[in-house]
């Protein structure tokens, strides 16, 4: 039935009907894929339960947040701003955590304390955030969580590790003792320690952080109930990268709970928190090709009418996205994950239509275009770019060119295909100039 892949529902005949229908570019995202992450997500093994926070960065959306949360996820906010989002799109603050680089005051300080009343877990992220909040915490008899920078992390790429000694994120090991000094003069219970050592972790990595976190657990703090290991499960968005074994991580991560609480006595609630693993194969932006040309050096280019402004992560960090190439009337020309039709396949580089020499997506990490194989295309054919659920719409360097923030659409698991983001008009994106 002409399905662009093996793990999603959607067919050739989807893009094309969204494509007339919504105009390109666009974003199309599976609700019955995502839906398949969020249950396998909750069902991971554990000791004393697990909690999992959809890492709401990756993809906004008020309407995939009430979808993962309809299928038992909670969030975790990286700004005010997303906790706020959440409580629009209906979570109740306590099923939000937030772990951010702001640092509050003014307005934002009295919005945070007002969420934390109504049960909003805060995460204190350097030892200036904590005794920003302390005092309040104390008097509210607030418990805190407090985010650990273990000194050590793992990425995809450097700009993806968040824990390795380049990385300022959380509390450094060596200034924690500082924190539970402070927490215990002022009699702040620390509860819920967590740590996030970067996004598409190894599973080596994901492991020994297990070990380090729980370590430290023992070490720091004596009144902590929930040991959080963050996200960055990988997802393989490209027919040759493997994804996380999460049934794996989970049963290493239960039995070294039941082990520390063989050891210790105590039962250890464990929460997760996957933005790419949730999200990103559910999402596919759908463009159409403009233009072909080729340079003096023998590149093929193809030019369609979306390019880093729908997904900079190959401007970012060389990320590798999978391409479908469709004909105008819908056949399915090429797919990196089924067998096409080889003879016809050439060699080309996708670019997109901004004045930039990074609006390419077939940039490797040194920045230089690596040519693909995919069917050649016409002007007026779609070319699919999967992998572009997380980090896509959510990181886009939207409106430069002046081109406009682009419409979302969702295939919903009864088959059909809702507008859940319009495109943005011209007059949006100038209405606050003055
Ligand atoms: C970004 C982030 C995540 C999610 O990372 P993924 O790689 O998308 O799973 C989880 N927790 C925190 C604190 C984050 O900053």
Redesign the pocket.
Known sequence: MNKLNNFSEITAAHILHAAAQFGTPLYLYDERLIAQKCAALTAMPNAFGITVRY?M??NSNRTLLKIIASHGLLF?A?SLNEARRAHLAGASYKDIIL?TQEFPDGDDLADLKRMMLAGMKYNACSLSQLYNIGTFAAENEIKLAV?VHPGTGSGESAT?N?GDEYSC?GIHLSDIPAATAYADRLGIILDHV?V?I???ASPEAWRSNIDLELEILEKHFPKAAVISF????KEARMPDEKPADIQMLGEYAKAKIADFHKRIGRKLHMEI?????VAANAGYAVTRVIDKKKNGGGLNFIILDGGMEINTRPLLYGSRHPFYVISKNGALLSSEFTETAGDNLYEAVIVGKCCEAGDSQCLDADEVNIPRKMAQPERGDIVVIGGTG??CSSMSPMNYNSHTQVPEVLLTADGSLRLIRKRQTLEQMLENEM
């Open positions: 890492a960065k990756a975790d990286s772990t985010r993806r968040t994120f967590h996030h970067g996004s598409g963050g996200g960055g499960l928190e996957p933005g790419t693993y997380a980090y």
